[in-house]
C-alpha cells in the first residue's frame, strides 16, 4: 500500500482543549466540539469524549431522550452500551465498536451501559443533515468491531476507517453530501501517517492518547487540532515520537444555516419549534404524511 503523497500539509489554526460536563443521566464528558464552532467545523455539530474506570461516572448511561436532524456516530473503545430506539432498532455496541444512527424526522432512543465495573471509553460524533434530508426516515446500524475495517500503512500507522476513504480503503459507512471522513489512528514511536484532504474539506484531529505532530507543531492528549483550509492545502502529515492515538474528521461543510435546541438541530426556529411541539405531542419519529418533506 502506498501512502498518498502530501505536497502542501495543513498547519493548525489553533488547539481547542474541551471542557468537562454531564450529559443524560449524569455521565461525565469532555465536550471537545461545541456549538461555538458548529459554523467553523461545518458539517460536524458536536464531538463528546468519555471515560472513566469509576462506575459513578457513568453507570446511569442515557435514559430515553429525542433527536431530529441530524446523525450520531458512536465510537467505542473499552466497554458495553445497549442501544434501544422507537423505530424498533435494538443493538449491543461492545469494545471496538461503532453505531451509526440517522435522526431524520425524529427518533426516541436510549444507550444504556451493560456493565457494573470496569472502564468505559469513546466517542459520540454528531453529523448534521441536509436541510432536504433532515425529515427522512430514522436509520440505524451497529458495527463490530471486526466489521470495521482496517489497515497499517508503510509509514507504520494503524488504521481503522469508521467512514469515507482512506488509502484507498473504504469505511464503514459513506455518505455523499457531507463526504465524513472518520479515521482511528494508532501511531508508534518514529511513524506518521498522512492522509489527502480537499481543501475547502473542514478537518480537525483530536488525540486522546500520547501526543502527536502536525507541521512542527505539537498537539497533547486531550486536545483538538483545528487544521487550517490553505488553499493550496491538499492534506495532512501527523507524525509521533512516542505512542499515540488520534481521530482524524473531516467532512464538506453545506453552508446551510444551522438552528438548535438540545437535541433538535434544523435550519430555522419555526422547524425548531415544530420538533419541540411533535416530541410534546408523542409525535416525534412518526411516518404520517404530515411529518415527511
Known amino acids: 500500500m502506498d501512502a498518498p503523497r502530501i505536497d502542501h500539509p495543513r498547519r493548525i489554526e489553533r488547539l481547542i482543549a474541551g471542557h468537562a460536563t454531564s450529559d443524560g443521566a449524569g455521565v461525565k464528558l469532555t465536550r471537545v466540539l461545541t456549538q461555538d464552532l458548529q459554523r467553523r467545523l461545518d458539517p460536524y455539530l458536536m464531538l463528546d469524549a468519555f471515560g472513566s474506570d469509576d462506575p459513578d461516572d457513568y453507570i446511569a448511561g442515557f435514559p430515553d431522550h429525542p433527536h431530529r436532524g441530524f446523525e450520531t456516530i458512536t465510537y467505542m473503545i473499552a466497554g458495553r452500551m445497549l442501544h434501544r430506539d422507537s423505530a424498533g432498532h435494538e443493538g449491543l455496541l461492545d469494545n471496538g465498536g461503532m453505531q451509526w444512527m440517522t435522526a431524520g424526522r425524529g427518533v426516541i432512543h436510549s444507550?444504556?451501559?451493560q456493565q457494573q465495573d470496569g472502564r468505559m471509553e469513546g466517542f459520540q460524533l454528531w453529523l448534521n443533515?441536509?436541510?432536504?434530508?433532515?425529515?427522512?426516515?430514522?436509520?440505524y446500524r451497529d458495527f463490530k468491531a471486526d466489521e470495521l475495517p482496517k489497515f497499517v500503512t508503510p509509514g507504520g500507522a494503524a488504521v481503522t476507517v469508521i467512514a469515507g476513504t482512506s488509502h484507498g480503503v473504504s469505511g464503514a459507512v459513506t455518505r455523499d453530501?457531507?463526504?465524513?471522513?472518520?479515521?482511528?489512528?494508532?501511531?508508534t514511536a518514529g511513524s506518521r501517517f498522512e492522509q489527502t484532504l480537499p481543501p475547502g474539506h473542514n478537518a480537525f484531529v483530536y488525540v486522546y492518547r500520547g501526543a502527536v505532530t502536525i507541521a512542527g507543531q505539537s498537539v497533547p492528549a486531550q486536545r483538538m487540532a483545528i487544521l487550517a483550509n490553505d488553499a493550496e492545502a491538499d492534506g495532512v502529515v501527523i507524525e509521533s515520537d512516542g505512542d499515540a492515538h488520534l481521530l482524524l474528521?473531516?467532512?464538506?461543510?453545506l453552508g446551510e444555516p444551522i438552528a438548535q435546541h438540545g437535541p433538535f438541530v434544523m435550519n430555522t426556529q419555526q422547524e425548531i419549534a415544530q420538533a419541540v411541539a411533535d416530541f410534546r405531542a408523542g409525535r416525534l419519529g412518526e411516518a404520517s404524511s404530515d411529518l415527511q418533506r
Request: aromatic residues 6%.
Open 111 to 113: 444507550e444504556i451501559p
Open 129 to 139: 443533515l441536509a436541510a432536504r434530508d433532515k425529515m427522512n426516515a430514522p436509520w
Open 177 to 187: 453530501v457531507t463526504a465524513p471522513l472518520f479515521v482511528d489512528v494508532n501511531l
Open 249 to 253: 474528521i473531516a467532512g464538506q461543510p
